[in-house]
């Protein structure tokens, strides 16, 4: 009879248990969900900021983070000058996480030097 009990109350801590487990497992995956578009913010806001170092316009620069984001992805994007010799690029992407979590606000930042044009040459014959 004490065998039975045992295995009754095994059975209870068990159903206790996996629900902690799943929600654990979630939690997990929605972590690795931020982290993942971490890295792919802060790889868009490198591409931008060395597109918008070698002297293109804005839009280009912008046009290079959405190349590096996956299809479809939405982002804003802002490119400022640093400096006089430095240009800075902002990426921010939306995570959705699992089952109605507000969506988290992931944010990267690169800057870069400017790299020099050509020498202006002189007007004239």
Do not use: Y
């Not at 902690?20 to 900021?49: C, N």
Request: hydrophobic content about 55%; glycine content about 8%.
């Amino acid at each position: 009879m004490a065998d039975r009990l045992q295995r009754g109350a095994v059975t209870v801590e068990l159903v206790g248990v996996i629900p902690l487990l799943v929600a654990v497992t979630l939690a997990m995956v929605g972590l690795i969900a931020v982290a993942r578009d971490q890295v792919l913010a802060q790889s868009a806001a490198r591409e931008g900021a060395r597109e918008a170092a070698l002297g293109s316009d804005q839009a280009r620069a912008v046009a290079a983070v959405r190349a590096a984001l996956p299809a479809g992805r939405a982002a804003r994007v802002t490119v400022v000058p640093a400096a006089s010799d430095r240009v800075r690029v902002r990426v921010e992407l939306e995570v959705r996480l699992l089952f109605g979590v507000p969506p988290v606000a992931v944010r990267a930042e690169a800057v870069a030097l400017r790299e020099p044009g050509p020498v202006p040459r002189a007007a004239g014959p």
